[in-house]
């Protein structure tokens, strides 16, 4: 074998090895979806390349501004909802590239930010907004609460769960519920974050805990396939609630309605339970992969449009969703994209609002899933 | 490519994660204890096809007198001396590229292994999806109340790189290639690294091993810990079938000799080559002294 052959034999082997090695050294890309959000009037959507919030007219579509914490992303961005609470806007926002995580304030109507305010992680929930305080949770497990106007730390708040903390906090009637990572589900003095009580459920929970006004129950889905109905006052678990469980994890919150709640799973079905046995009810569950008998999941909560349940599914191959109007268990109309919805859809009035991964935001008619106006974030600029 | 990845999914990723996931639930929640008892059996499972390699570098190392003569022989015409080469070495029913090739069988187990770490330690929302979309429904139920995993070791974040972490994690690149070549060292004893098939081995099982450092870099810190546990047990298992001389490193080792395409290597019986190679043979003599004398002669006649 002559020296150049040799060269030549150890530089393709070179390559090969530097092909597989460079395969398993590849950074993983942004690994959430867009936030979507719809208050007075604007929809609050992350969408473009590279990513801002877009504020966009609830009606027609148009793009009336839009919101940068950073004047150039460098790393893996990770943005939370936005949520509206007084005359501001708040939205959480990370940039592993340039060790940028926190809180954001910002003008709706100018796109100027006001303050900011820090997390020692990621921030994946939307924050919460009551009383002129905004909580806002991060990866770590800490639960912050900050002046709304001026960002400043409230004096004397403290809180961590021992796992991140990826839904929303509840707060309701001066009382504060928090799901975590960690398998619990604590209520918060509102004042300093002392734990009130603490309840350990089966399964890690996303998803944040809804209040039952009338039955003053909290339920809360969770990893393990669960739905825990839990007493607002203590704590403590319902009795005699026992829903039989999806078959793959429950990610998102409980729809609960007059007579019914409903439950979507990563196991593509969609659920409607009891309220006080957790039994399923005739019809269900919902099976979104059913007619094309293909394996899907759905992320997204259900959202009620009049009559109908709102579920979006996601296929497991190849990525395409379907949003799906339900009633009674039975397939009303159904809207389908190439593109994947793992967002929350939004229902305002007569108008279902929607999400892609990619930032593609899509109006469908409540009634007849029709589409309506679309819109998506600029891309290079 | 669908249809690969598809393949891939199903007949690498998800029974590697599912192992792991499952071995997980049995270690009282310590990722890294599943990636070592993991790292175990695979290498048992592997060693059908990785114990004839090894016996076959102790081959090569008893081999290694009858290819000096045959450089010595053949040096000047390389050709030939790769023909001889290749003969000798399938006569004795061995392969120059023995060190290599378990290497190279082992690439899909290593991108299984790091999808599956990847998959499993995932901390952010759509990897969890992903994690939940690959575990096998019947262990759903024991598995799910176990998310999100603890991917935590001596403070060490196994799904992160040593890029992010920072610290004393940058010793794992040097780990991984550190027991990668004392491994291929093992396995692949040097021929004379001048010429042939044994040169480009040679070139190969030095290269390789420090682009293994370099890469993990990138790594997730858990592939690391697969990678050095994992070569780990192939220098035990070495050991045990060809002895422990290869660990010798500091023997006849030259910066020189590293990246010339073969560092010097002892012998069974423990001698240098380099110094054999130094003290002339009789014959050698012999045709020096007779070839000086036939240069003398053509001067005479000018």
């Not at chain 1, 809804?210 to 678990?237: C, P």
């Not at chain 1, 967002?343 to 930032?359: F, K, S």
């Not at chain 2, 120059?96 to 901390?123: D, H, K, T």
């Not at chain 2, 935590?152 to 794992?172: C, E, N, S």
Request: net charge negative; aromatic share 10%.
């Amino acid at each position: 074998m002559t020296q150049r052959s040799r060269m030549i034999g150890v530089a393709f082997a070179l390559l090969f090895l530097g092909v597989f090695l460079s395969a398993c050294g590849a950074s993983p890309v942004s690994e959430s979806w867009p936030g979507l959000t719809v208050e007075g009037g604007m929809v609050y959507v992350i969408s473009g390349l590279p990513q801002k919030v877009y504020m966009v007219d609830a009606e027609t579509g148009q793009q009336q501004g839009s919101f940068s914490p950073v004047s150039e992303s460098r790393g893996v961005l990770l943005w939370s909802p936005v949520t509206v609470g007084g005359d501001l806007a708040y939205v959480g926002f990370g940039d592993s590239g340039q060790g940028v995580s926190g809180l954001y304030a910002f003008d709706p109507e100018t796109g100027q930010e006001r303050w900011n305010a820090p997390a020692e992680s990621t921030i994946i929930a939307a924050p919460a907004y009551a009383d002129d305080v905004v909580y806002y949770a991060d990866s770590d497990g800490h639960l912050y609460a900050v002046d709304a106007e001026t960002g400043a730390p409230k004096p004397g708040w403290s809180f961590e769960a021992d796992s991140a903390i990826w839904a929303s906090p509840l707060v309701v009637e001066g009382r504060i519920y928090v799901s975590g990572m960690d398998h619990c589900v604590y209520r918060l003095a509102p004042e300093t974050g002392e734990v009130i009580w603490k309840t350990k459920v089966g399964g890690a929970m996303a998803a944040q805990p809804i209040l039952d006004d009338a039955r003053d129950v909290l339920y809360v889905g969770a990893f393990n396939g669960q739905v825990y109905a839990l007493k607002a006052d203590s704590g403590e678990l319902l009795e005699g609630f026992d829903f039989e469980g999806a078959d793959n994890w429950i990610w998102s919150e409980v729809l609960v309605t007059g007579d019914a709640l409903y439950v979507t799973a990563l196991d593509g079905m969609l659920y409607a339970l009891d309220p006080a046995s957790g039994a399923v009810l005739p019809g269900y569950p919902y099976d979104s992969g059913g007619n094309a008998e293909k394996a899907t999941l759905i992320r997204a909560a259900p959202v009620q449009a009049g009559d109908n349940i709102i579920a979006a599914a996601v296929g497991v191959a190849d990525e395409s969703s379907e949003v799906t109007a339900v009633r009674d268990g039975l397939q009303q109309w159904t809207w389908n994209t190439d593109r994947s919805v793992y967002t929350n859809p939004v229902v305002v009035g007569d108008t279902i609002y929607v999400v892609t991964r990619d930032g593609q935001l899509q109006t469908l008619n409540a009634e007849t899933g029709v589409a309506g106006w679309s819109f998506a974030g600029s891309t290079g600029d | 490519m669908d249809l690969i990845g598809d393949l891939f999914n199903t007949a690498i990723l998800q029974p590697m994660l599912n192992a792991l996931l499952w071995l997980y639930t049995l270690l009282a929640g310590q990722f890294w204890l599943a990636i070592i008892v993991f790292t175990i059996i695979v290498r048992l499972a592997m060693t059908p096809l990785m114990l004839p390699q090894q016996r076959s570098a102790k081959k090569m190392q008893e081999l290694q007198p009858r290819l000096k003569e045959l450089q010595k022989k053949y040096g000047k015409d390389r050709e030939k001396l790769s023909q001889e080469q290749m003969k000798l070495y399938r006569e004795a029913g061995v392969n120059p590229l023995g060190g290599c090739l378990p290497m190279l069988v082992q690439f899909p187990i290593w991108i299984g292994l790091y999808r599956s770490i990847i998959v499993a330690l995932g901390y952010q929302p759509l990897q969890l999806v992903d994690l939940s979309q690959n575990i096998y429904a019947f262990l759903n139920s024991i598995i799910s109340p176990q998310v999100p995993l603890n991917r935590y070791f001596l403070g060490m974040d196994l799904a992160l790189t040593p890029q992010l972490l920072g610290g004393l994690t940058y010793a794992l690149p040097i780990l991984v290639a550190g027991t990668s070549w004392l491994q291929t060292r093992m396995t692949t004893p040097s021929t004379s690294g001048d010429g042939g098939a044994g040169g480009m081995s040679q070139s190969m099982t030095m290269m390789m091993p420090l682009m293994f450092g370099f890469f993990s870099l990138s790594f997730a810190t858990g592939l690391s810990f697969y990678f050095i546990i994992s070569n780990v047990i192939g220098i035990v298992t070495q050991g045990f079938i060809s002895g422990w001389q290869g660990l010798k490193f500091w023997e006849g080792f030259s910066l020189t000799n590293l990246f010339a395409g073969g560092a010097k290597a002892t012998t069974s019986e423990g001698t240098s080559t380099k110094q054999a190679e130094a003290q002339p043979t009789a014959s050698q003599k012999g045709t020096q002294s007779g070839s000086s004398k036939r240069k003398k002669k053509r001067r005479r006649k000018r």
